[in-house]
């Protein structure tokens, strides 16, 4: 066992570390801070997802929110409907609830419709795109461009969705006439579920699947030689990668009671590929940390230097991807590949003076 605990890549390490400051996180601070954490492990959530696309099958998708904005919607429209007609409808004389959103007045029903409905969407868009042999910048750019058709459809549909207000007052999970969850226990929930989460990818990029991904991202006309249909794999990752953010916008609308257009567009979309970029893709542990220190960045630079924190911001995120190109968690493995095989090599050689 402690060979083995030898063995084990620093990220695994440090994952480790970062679980034990989560789960005691809360007693260390004050609840809005507990608030803010509770939001950014649902992006951390978003970027797993991302990461599974991008990082472990080299498919850049510019679009990303529109999947995670569903999953937010279905769980915010279903607390506009607990009561009866929201007042967005009312003012638009609709009078009463349209047949589509009578599924979603169970809490768990919207939960689960808002996993799999981005599921769904990302199958019909994978066969789309893949059957049709779509790949590299071309899948990028039909992404970047479904982020604004996206968000322009929740715009125009305002007297079904409110528009660019958004929908407020989403409840951290008050199921019936339960009070809904505080929010430590909510943050412990979305902890909770990120762990697993974490788990199931760390699982899928070891597995068969995942080394099939990595395979379509290194060399994808190879793989065909050997009899994979890679069209297939991609369409089956972009699926679970769809689901896993519908995850995180289900947890993060509840997480900051409420979901916008802000959550759903292009804007959303390139935050969380700098996240992930700035982590390191491709090992799961660099979109982790590069969310939340990004994000924590972000809070805390903006709390200070209320005029600048941008321009400062921006001046470090430069800095890491020109000289920093495999993010930072990435450069770590680096160095640590490095230097194990500068020991075997050491050893290599010593041995060969001894023989």
């Not at 099958?57 to 999953?71: E, K, P, Q, R």
């Not at 409907?81 to 169970?106: A, C, D, H, V």
């Not at 609308?253 to 996240?275: C, F, K, L, Q």
């Not at 020991?343 to 050689?349: D, P, W």
């Amino acid at each position: 066992m402690p060979e083995k605990l030898k063995k084990m890549p620093v990220n695994r390490y440090m994952d480790i570390a970062l679980l034990v400051f989560l789960i005691i996180f809360p007693l260390l601070v004050k609840e809005f801070r507990v608030e803010m954490m509770c939001r950014y492990l649902c992006y951390v959530i978003f970027a797993l997802s991302l990461d599974l696309l991008w990082g472990y099958t080299g498919l850049l998708s510019l679009g990303h929110a529109v999947l995670f904005g569903m999953g937010g919607y279905m769980i915010g429209m279903c607390y506009q409907i607990q009561n009866g007609l929201p007042s967005f409808m009312t003012r638009e004389g609709i009078t009463e609830l349209p047949w589509f959103y009578i599924p979603l007045k169970n809490p768990i029903v919207a939960s689960i419709i808002g996993i799999l409905l981005p599921a769904l969407f990302a199958w019909l868009l994978g066969n789309f795109i893949f059957s049709s042999k779509i790949k590299g910048v071309f899948f990028t750019i039909i992404t970047l461009a479904l982020a604004q058709i996206f968000k322009d459809f929740i715009i125009n549909l305002q007297k079904y969705t409110n528009g660019f207000n958004g929908l407020q007052g989403i409840k951290r999970f008050a199921i019936g006439s339960h009070e809904q969850l505080d929010r430590v226990p909510y943050y412990y929930l979305v902890l909770a579920i990120t762990v697993i989460v974490f788990l199931f990818c760390l699982f899928f990029t070891n597995c068969r699947v995942g080394k099939v991904a990595t395979a379509i991202r290194e060399n994808e006309s190879r793989l065909g030689f050997f009899g994979y249909k890679a069209s297939h794999f991609k369409i089956l990752i972009f699926v679970i990668s769809g689901a896993l953010a519908g995850l995180g916008g289900v947890l993060y609308a509840p997480a900051t009671n409420s979901i916008t257009t802000e959550d759903i567009g292009i804007a959303a979309s390139t935050a969380v590929v700098v996240w992930i970029a700035v982590g390191g893709r491709g090992n799961l542990t660099g979109a982790v940390m590069g969310t939340l220190i990004i994000n924590w960045a972000q809070s805390i630079l903006s709390e200070h230097f209320a005029e600048y924190w941008q321009l400062i911001l921006g001046i470090v995120l430069l800095f890491i991807i020109f000289f920093i190109p495999n993010g930072i968690i990435g450069q770590i493995l680096d160095v640590q590949h490095k230097r194990i095989m500068a020991k075997k090599r050491a050893t290599m050689e010593l041995a060969g003076k001894e023989s």
